[in-house]
């Protein structure tokens, strides 16, 4: 008979964001007449860029010629893409990339579950608490976690690197070294970030200590402080330790059509074994490229036209997050984050759990957030709301949160 993989059997209840929908469908069948304003889900509202309309089309039109139709894309992504991305993202920071360092994928949700792939499942996973549960949940689907301990949230074989209010909500260097450490700034869910010599300081624990880490970048187009690092390779030395990860999704608007890319740079070797080698033969195996009209509109973001576009997407979206962080801090909310990301990380009121917290704004105020306990254990007592929404959706939310 068939066995199932035990480590999906230890996984604790559902995914977070399945349950918020469970319980937000539920909702709205016991009360239709109710505007549900959805602040949870970190997905864009605003339409894609003109630009990338454009690209789309003409790409489309050039699948049609008799002589251009094209079929499965080069493993690692076309080079016209690639290109851009090392021009546009890191020579314009003095990051230096070969083109066989980048790697073009669907999303980064699934190069940050798949990573895992090329390392030894006896390998040690430090994580910040809170945290994005795709980090936690795709290691405990490998057998990295160990075993989930409900007394205390956690699972007992991850080293958890809490990030608490009193530091700013960063991660401080645990005292049992990591092998693999994952850090995600701007921070998905808190907004926080750390300064540029803050992440030197870890690019230069990873090499002491022989560890990688892996920098999720998703938001990185969010950022307004000169002195927050957009790209971990700033930081000399990072390229013998850090793996990084970007998205298309965030910075412009790409979540319904899916593109992303790694960067696993040659430097980095374990016991002289290339890294990148090991990505790129999991990457050609398993994964059959990015289709040729979304890597054209992907090339298009990086056009004059598409920069700008974009650069107003982004605004639009901070301008929603500077009127939830400062309508909440002057309710009386204690609030953090939505400066250099689109996430406001605020305390429960009135000692409420995340998810009472969550069933009393559903259920009062008819809007959606996040809890935080969602994100892991330190993540209790606190609540995401994203700034992804309208800005009508926005205003109105705000008000309404304000009433009760």
Excluded at 160 to 183: S, T
């Amino acid at each position: 008979m068939f066995k199932i993989n035990d480590n999906y059997l230890k996984l604790p209840g559902s995914y977070l964001f399945s349950t918020i929908a469970k319980k937000v469908a539920a909702f709205e069948k016991a009360n239709p007449d109710k505007k549900i304003i959805r602040l949870g889900i970190g997905d864009v509202t605003l339409p894609l860029a003109p630009a990338v309309i454009t690209a789309l089309h003409t790409a489309v039109d050039e699948m049609g010629g008799k002589n251009s139709f094209k079929g499965y894309a080069p493993d690692q992504g076309y080079e016209f893409l690639r290109r851009a991305i090392i021009d546009n993202d890191f020579k314009t920071r003095g990051v230096e990339l070969d083109l066989d360092e980048v790697f073009v994928s669907d999303g980064s949700k699934s190069d940050a579950a798949n990573i895992g792939d090329i390392f030894s499942v006896d390998n040690k996973i430090g994580v910040c608490d809170p945290v994005y549960p795709v980090y936690v949940d795709s290691n405990a689907m490998s057998g990295r976690a160990g075993s989930y301990v409900a007394e205390t949230e956690r699972w007992d074989n991850l080293i958890y690197m809490p990030c608490k209010e009193e530091n700013g909500f960063a991660p401080e260097f645990p005292q049992e070294v990591p092998d693999i450490i994952y850090l995600c700034f701007p921070n998905n869910p808190t907004g926080s970030t750390i300064k540029k010599d803050q992440l030197q300081e870890w690019v230069d624990f990873a090499n002491k200590n022989k560890s990688v880490i892996i920098y999720d970048a998703a938001y990185e187009a969010y950022i307004s402080e000169a002195d927050v690092p957009h790209s971990i390779y700033e930081c000399e030395g990072a390229k013998t330790c850090a793996i990084e990860m970007r998205s298309f999704s965030k910075n412009a608007g790409f979540t319904g059509t899916r593109l992303a890319y790694t960067i696993v740079p040659k430097d980095l070797l374990c016991g002289g074994v290339s890294v990148n080698g090991l990505w790129a033969r999991r990457h050609g195996t398993k994964f059959n490229g990015a289709p040729y009209i979304i890597q054209k509109a992907g090339e298009a973001v990086y056009s004059e036209e598409g920069k700008k576009q974009t650069a107003e997407q982004v605004a639009y979206y901070m301008k929603n997050a500077k009127l939830i962080r400062e309508g909440l801090a002057e309710a009386g909310y204690s609030v953090s984050g939505g400066i250099n990301a689109p996430y406001i990380w605020l305390k429960t009121p009135n000692n409420m759990t995340s998810w009472e917290f969550f069933d009393h704004l559903l259920e009062k105020a008819n809007v959606v957030g996040t809890p935080g306990s969602g994100f892991g254990p330190n993540g209790e007592g606190y609540f995401r709301l994203t700034a992804f929404g309208s800005y009508e959706n926005t205003v109105a939310a705000l008000d309404r949160i304000k009433k009760l």
